[in-house]
């Protein structure tokens, strides 16, 4: 087997390699001409948010994002307005209604800001959608071309959990800022150093909150009809606390490039994060995005700096004995890390720095995992105890623990 050499337009674009990449989000070997579903890696992130225009600017002051594409009344779009944002390979498209009757607005009222589609960049649409029909997916939109005066990009969508979808991107024909019906779009305003800055330079993982007794159902999907693999599992008490639990399992694609643990409540004293995240959400959904950066000290600086709160880790897990001898030695003091709530985590591949958001909106739904790898594949697996008790701090103090 080999690794796999295909990068993702945006990730050539972020003039990231695979080695780097190996570093950030932990590549593996990979045997692509067998796969069913092959599968590139991440193309964007869709989120439906209540004001896209806000929401475009604060990425852009708050967190370093480079505007580079819009679509609204202006281009033709009468339905809504699209701000196309990166930060190396990390595309987000924030989508707001314009029309009352939009989608969208019904969307928004339903689940507050989230995610509402996961694109995945492939090499062939068509073979994709075949394989996902065959093994009995729900297409939502059949493969097509749009086209403008940059090329052509062949799209198709299957619906996943909820109400979220994968919609499979092939942009190998296509030279544009996103997709056709996008105009090129720069911002018209200085960022907070005079222009932006790379606070983070991959996607890692997107984990999605599934219903009681559904994980094992959409672990098959992405089996069966993405051609995932199995990567991790956390049941038991590797995942509980005194008074909640949850099951978790991580599937991946061959090289591991995109990866997506889905997590199911279970039973416990109390309410678990994931019971309040169906409950406030409304159902099923991504609950947070793993963004990989190569210095999670500076990007935790800058992003506190600028009003972003992080779960607060209490003094007690740095003093641990037992967490010392398990971590080893790490590329900074243990005092800079417990200075800046940073958590770390070792495994036989080698070790990985963490921390956790607050809820982004208003709403206790999607928030941000921020990760450092050096080497280890996993997710951080010893500070689970440690961060399931911080969020129930957090759950306790909004009145739904």
Same mark, same amino acid.
């Given at each position: 087997? &080999?690794?796999?050499?295909?990068?993702? @337009?945006?990730?050539?674009?972020?003039?990231?390699? *695979?080695?780097?990449?190996?570093?950030?989000?932990?590549?593996?070997?990979?045997?692509?001409?067998?796969?069913?579903?092959?599968?590139?890696?991440?193309?964007?992130?869709?989120?439906?948010?209540?004001?896209?225009?806000?929401?475009?600017? /604060?990425?852009?002051?708050?967190?370093?994002?480079? *505007?580079?594409?819009?679509?609204?009344?202006?281009?033709?779009?009468?339905? /809504?307005?699209?701000?196309?944002?990166? @930060?190396?390979?990390?595309?987000?498209?924030?989508?707001?209604?314009?029309?009352?009757?939009?989608?969208?607005?019904?969307?928004?009222?339903? /689940?507050?800001?989230?995610?509402?589609?996961?694109? !995945?960049?492939?090499?062939?649409?068509?073979?994709?959608?075949?394989?996902?029909?065959?093994?009995?997916?729900?297409?939502?939109?059949?493969? /097509?071309?749009?086209?403008?005066?940059?090329?052509?990009?062949?799209?198709?969508?299957?619906?996943?959990?909820?109400?979220?979808?994968?919609?499979?991107?092939?942009? @190998?024909?296509?030279?544009?800022?996103? $997709?056709?019906?996008?105009?090129?779009?720069?911002?018209?305003?200085?960022?907070?150093?005079?222009?932006?800055?790379?606070?983070?330079?991959?996607?890692?993982?997107?984990?999605?909150?599934?219903?009681?007794?559904?994980?094992?159902?959409?672990?098959?999907?992405?089996?069966?009809?993405?051609?995932?693999?199995?990567?991790?599992?956390?049941?038991?008490?590797?995942?509980?606390?005194?008074?909640?639990?949850?099951?978790?399992?991580?599937?991946? &694609?061959?090289?591991?490039?995109?990866?997506?643990?889905?997590?199911?409540?279970?039973?416990?004293?109390?309410? @678990?994060?994931?019971?309040?995240?169906?409950?406030?959400?409304?159902?099923?959904?991504?609950?947070?995005? +793993?963004?990989?950066?190569?210095?999670?000290?500076?990007?935790?600086?800058?992003?506190?700096?600028?009003?972003?709160?992080?779960?607060?880790?209490? +003094?007690?897990?740095?003093?641990?004995?037992?967490?010392?001898?398990?971590?080893? %030695?790490?590329?900074?003091?243990?005092?800079?890390?417990? &200075?800046?709530?940073?958590?770390?985590?070792?495994?036989?591949?080698?070790?990985?720095?963490?921390?956790?958001?607050?809820? !982004?909106?208003?709403?206790?739904?999607?928030?941000?995992?921020?990760?450092?790898?050096?080497?280890? $594949?996993?997710?951080?697996?010893?500070?689970?105890?440690?961060?399931? %008790?911080?969020? %129930?701090?957090?759950?306790?103090?909004?009145?739904?623990?």
């Amino acid at each position: 087997m &080999s690794i796999d050499h295909t990068l993702t @337009s945006q990730e050539r674009l972020a003039d990231l390699d *695979l080695d780097q990449l190996r570093r950030l989000v932990g590549l593996v070997e990979y045997d692509h001409e067998g796969d069913p579903f092959p599968v590139t890696g991440w193309d964007a992130v869709v989120w439906a948010v209540g004001n896209a225009t806000q929401t475009a600017l /604060h990425y852009q002051l708050v967190f370093g994002m480079e *505007l580079v594409a819009y679509s609204g009344p202006e281009t033709g779009n009468r339905d /809504h307005q699209a701000y196309v944002l990166r @930060s190396g390979a990390v595309r987000f498209v924030f989508q707001g209604g314009v029309d009352p009757a939009s989608p969208l607005l019904d969307h928004h009222r339903r /689940h507050g800001d989230g995610v509402v589609d996961i694109a !995945l960049e492939v090499p062939d649409v068509d073979r994709c959608i075949a394989h996902a029909r065959a093994q009995g997916a729900t297409i939502l939109v059949e493969p /097509h071309d749009v086209v403008d005066e940059h090329g052509t990009v062949r799209t198709a969508a299957l619906a996943t959990y909820g109400e979220t979808r994968h919609t499979v991107v092939d942009r @190998s024909r296509y030279t544009g800022p996103y $997709l056709p019906g996008y105009v090129a779009r720069t911002a018209d305003h200085a960022g907070p150093e005079g222009r932006p800055e790379r606070l983070f330079q991959a996607l890692d993982h997107v984990v999605g909150n599934v219903e009681l007794g559904r994980m094992d159902e959409w672990v098959d999907f992405y089996n069966r009809i993405m051609g995932f693999t199995n990567m991790a599992e956390f049941v038991g008490e590797d995942i509980a606390t005194e008074y909640s639990a949850l099951m978790s399992k991580v599937v991946a &694609s061959g090289n591991h490039r995109v990866k997506f643990p889905l997590n199911e409540p279970a039973a416990g004293r109390r309410r @678990s994060q994931i019971d309040e995240y169906l409950d406030f959400y409304g159902g099923p959904g991504a609950q947070h995005l +793993a963004l990989a950066t190569d210095d999670i000290l500076r990007t935790v600086d800058v992003l506190r700096a600028r009003g972003i709160r992080f779960l607060p880790t209490p +003094a007690s897990y740095y003093d641990d004995p037992a967490l010392r001898a398990r971590i080893g %030695e790490v590329r900074v003091p243990i005092e800079e890390l417990r &200075s800046r709530g940073i958590l770390v985590d070792r495994d036989e591949d080698g070790y990985l720095l963490q921390i956790f958001t607050k809820p !982004l909106g208003d709403r206790p739904t999607v928030f941000f995992e921020l990760i450092e790898r050096h080497g280890s $594949l996993g997710f951080g697996k010893g500070n689970f105890k440690a961060l399931f %008790e911080a969020i %129930e701090r957090e759950q306790a103090r909004r009145g739904n623990f």
